[in-house]
Every structure is written in structure tokens, then in C-alpha cells.
């Protein structure tokens, strides 16, 4: 059993990057800012004096029988947040139930709007 993967096959890296296409494909996200892990991850490395890090993704992580989904992203302003932010929990909620095999819990999806540009 790998690292990221639960007793029940969850595997956290793949769902994670399913997500991760799928939320940086929606119209109006430019791209994905470090979460949490990403900061810790790249003190630590500089801290070490190592260079580069983990691309950024979705991160996705399953705690008992439910799910949580966390998204730090930069959108533009090509169109109204809300609508970007209802498409991004319908995109998500369509790849958890593709990717995950097996019975969904409480999907808590977290999302962090980080800059918005022209």
C-alpha cells in the first residue's frame, strides 16, 4: 500500500490530479496558488537548501468516510466569481464521483479565491 493510498484504495495523488485538471480547465481560473502543504513544503525546502517542490494541484485527502477538497486558486475577471465558484463544487462533485471508488461520505470542498486579474 502506497503512501497516499487508503485501506480502501483511495489514492489521494490521483484524485488529487483528476481534480486539479479539472478545476484549472474552467473558464475564468488562471491557475492554482500554493496551499497550506505547498508553503510548508517549500520553507522547509529552502530552509534545507533545496530547490523545487510538488506542482501545485487540488488537494484531496479522505478522513474516514469523507471527503475534503481544498482549492487556493487566482481567477480572472472574465466572469462573476459566484458562477466560477458554483462551477468549480459541480466539476468537483462529477470527478469525486468518477474517481472514487466505493461510498462517498460529506464532501467538504474548500475554496480559496487568492487574486483575481483583468
Do not use: C, K, Y
Amino acid at each position: 500500500m502506497t503512501e497516499n493510498q487508503s485501506p480502501r484504495g483511495f489514492d489521494e495523488a490521483a484524485v488529487s490530479a483528476r481534480l486539479t485538471e479539472s478545476v484549472t480547465g474552467v473558464d475564468g481560473v488562471t491557475g492554482l496558488a500554493p496551499g497550506l502543504r505547498d508553503m510548508i513544503a517549500n520553507a522547509a525546502a529552502r530552509v534545507m537548501r533545496r530547490s523545487g517542490s510538488e506542482p501545485l494541484r487540488v488537494e484531496v485527502w479522505r478522513a474516514g468516510e469523507d471527503l475534503n477538497v481544498r482549492v487556493d486558486a487566482h481567477l480572472d475577471d472574465s466572469r462573476p466569481v459566484t458562477e466560477i465558484v458554483d462551477e468549480l463544487f459541480a466539476v468537483i462533485a462529477v470527478d469525486l464521483r468518477a474517481a472514487v471508488d466505493g461510498p462517498i461520505g460529506e464532501v467538504d470542498i474548500d475554496v480559496r479565491i487568492v487574486s483575481r486579474s483583468h
